[in-house]
């Protein structure tokens, strides 16, 4: 079972567009993680934010975080064609004492140069 | 430092065959993942290591599918006999402690004819 479901499935933009994937989830959590993977590959973890946060950057990255929506949302900003990859939100959620990470279906994004 | 390593990279076999997944984690990563993934899905957990002991394995079909991680470090997930609905990648990760982010290794194909 998937607790995260992403919008959108997928999204095609223009190089140096601004791309925004939204992820919302169940339960409550101890934190929520993004990773992005590639064509073939495996998940690379790229950003995790407590469930005490709101928001968090790293790079042209930014990530918000909604605990009383159960929502958060994934900002890359500036797009470069090797942004194109599946990006997933994970949550970790607090009934588990931790560690049980749970991953939604992923929004594919193409960037197109 | 070496990343998760996994193998094989690909695996043709014919159902009702065994088949055998290997992953070497990050050295010192105490907690070891497997997931499994479909096309176009996110990772689904099937087990969860912390060193030797398996603390989650509730999605793991034991009719089939076996798991061990022997001396907490190298671990190997089995199949026997494979069905024709395992065809996917399946993905082992690994992470310093419970609560941190997971490395991936790139994963084994597996296709069931």
């Known amino acids: 079972s998937q607790q995260g479901e992403e919008d959108p499935q997928a999204l095609s933009i223009q190089e140096g567009e601004n791309a925004t994937m939204n992820c919302s989830y169940k339960t409550s959590i101890n934190n929520l993680q993004w990773y992005r993977q590639n064509s073939g590959r495996g998940l690379v973890h790229l950003i995790l934010i407590r469930s005490n946060e709101r928001e968090k950057h790293s790079g042209r990255l930014r990530v918000t975080l909604d605990t009383s929506k159960k929502s958060s949302s994934l900002l890359i900003t500036a797009s470069r064609a090797a942004d194109t990859a599946s990006y997933f939100c994970?949550?970790?959620?607090?009934?588990?004492?931790?560690?049980?990470?749970?991953f939604g279906q992923g929004t594919e994004l193409s960037v197109k140069p | 430092e070496a990343g998760v390593v996994q193998s094989p990279r690909y695996k043709i076999i014919e159902k009702k065959q065994p088949v055998a997944f290997w992953c070497n984690p990050i050295?010192?990563?105490?907690?070891l993942y497997w997931y499994l993934q479909n096309l176009g899905q996110g990772p689904e957990l099937l087990i969860r290591y912390e060193n030797e002991e398996a603390v989650d394995d509730s999605q793991l079909p034991k009719d089939r599918f076996s798991a061990e991680r022997l001396k907490g470090v190298d671990s190997t997930l089995k199949i026997q006999p494979a069905e024709l609905g395992d065809s996917a990648v399946y993905l082992c990760?690994?992470?310093?402690?419970?609560?941190?982010?997971?490395?991936f290794g790139n994963g084994t194909r597996l296709t069931v004819t």
């Open positions: 050295s010192g990563h105490n907690t």
């Open positions: 994970a949550t970790d959620a607090a009934e588990n004492q931790g560690g049980k990470l749970i």
């Open positions: 990760a690994s992470s310093l402690y419970r609560n941190s982010p997971l490395h």
